[in-house]
């Protein structure tokens, strides 16, 4: 790894939030391990940028989602991120732009049970953000 990539590596891990209730040691699983370490910590950071994007998503649309339920709103939600292919590659890419590249190899070699926990952190995060 070239100097650079390491400088890039070293800034992306130090402008990441802290996140003190997680325990890298407790993870059961490597997947486990990267979404503590990882997922959770970038989510924080982009959370701004997710609920920007978000609203975007729903100007586009010129839906009524701000006149529904509470529930129908999290069903929006959850049913946008899971089931716009487009706009939920969009969302990931947010996400795996802030990683380093052995993050990037990492994900490469779990990718079909990062990509399922990535979602599920991403429909929470944008829920959380919108309540109340």
């Given at each position: 790894m070239d100097n650079n990539n390491r400088n890039r590596d070293s800034s992306l891990k130090n402008i990441r939030p802290a996140i003190p209730v997680i325990i890298e040691e407790a993870a059961t699983s490597v997947e486990e391990r990267f979404q503590n370490t990882c997922l959770r910590p970038v989510l924080k950071l982009q959370h701004d940028l997710l609920i920007a994007v978000f609203r975007s998503y729903l100007e586009l649309r010129k839906g009524k989602f701000y006149e529904l339920s509470k529930l129908?709103?999290?069903?929006?939600?959850?049913?946008?991120?899971?089931?716009?292919?487009?706009?939920?590659?969009l969302l990931i890419g947010i996400v795996a732009g802030q990683f380093t590249v052995e993050e990037w190899k990492m994900y490469q070699m779990h990718e079909r049970e990062l990509r399922k926990r990535v979602t599920g952190l991403l429909v929470q995060r944008i829920q959380d953000g919108f309540e109340g």
């Amino acid at each position: 790894m070239d100097n650079n990539n390491r400088n890039r590596d070293s800034s992306l891990k130090n402008i990441r939030p802290a996140i003190p209730v997680i325990i890298e040691e407790a993870a059961t699983s490597v997947e486990e391990r990267f979404q503590n370490t990882c997922l959770r910590p970038v989510l924080k950071l982009q959370h701004d940028l997710l609920i920007a994007v978000f609203r975007s998503y729903l100007e586009l649309r010129k839906g009524k989602f701000y006149e529904l339920s509470k529930l129908k709103r999290l069903e929006y939600i959850e049913h946008a991120i899971r089931k716009d292919l487009k706009f939920k590659s969009l969302l990931i890419g947010i996400v795996a732009g802030q990683f380093t590249v052995e993050e990037w190899k990492m994900y490469q070699m779990h990718e079909r049970e990062l990509r399922k926990r990535v979602t599920g952190l991403l429909v929470q995060r944008i829920q959380d953000g919108f309540e109340g």
